[in-house]
């Protein structure tokens, strides 16, 4: 059974950084699609990044420019590198897998097929 198991959350202040990471414990599992989703209390999932398996990326416009995912396939491991935090980042963050369609790695979570069991991040 694959499981993906994020790490790295926790409190910092508005524009700090985190560093989230999510290991996918099957390493011959090689989803097409990779992605974070952030959910607030009260709120639905929201696709924050998705990245492919030619490494190439997707971002929602809130994190442009402060948020970047990444990969290392050696360590089947996802990263979400959070700079210059606000406190509408502070939210449960997931990483969740899908097989993609047509080459598009899409921003609705029921597309996803694996997921994380959320680690969170508080922003003050």
């Known amino acids: 059974q694959v499981q993906l198991v994020e790490s790295g959350g926790g409190s910092v202040q508005v524009r700090g950084s985190l560093r989230l990471a999510c290991n996918i414990s099957?390493?011959?599992?090689?989803?097409?699609?990779v992605a974070w989703f952030l959910q607030a209390p009260g709120n639905e999932r929201e696709a924050v990044a998705r990245?492919?398996?030619?490494?190439?990326?997707t971002y929602a416009d809130s994190v442009k420019g402060r948020f970047t995912i990444s990969k290392d396939n050696d360590r089947n491991t996802l990263y979400l590198q959070m700079n210059s935090l606000k406190l509408e980042d502070a939210a449960t963050y997931y990483c969740?897998?899908?097989?993609?369609?047509?080459?598009?790695?899409?921003?609705?979570?029921?597309?996803?097929?694996?997921w994380g069991q959320g680690t969170q991040v508080t922003v003050s």
């Open positions: 969740a897998t899908g097989p993609g369609s047509g080459g598009y790695c899409s921003t609705i979570e029921e597309k996803y097929v694996r």
């Open positions: 099957e390493h011959t599992y090689k989803p097409n699609c």
């Open positions: 990245i492919r398996t030619d490494g190439s990326t």
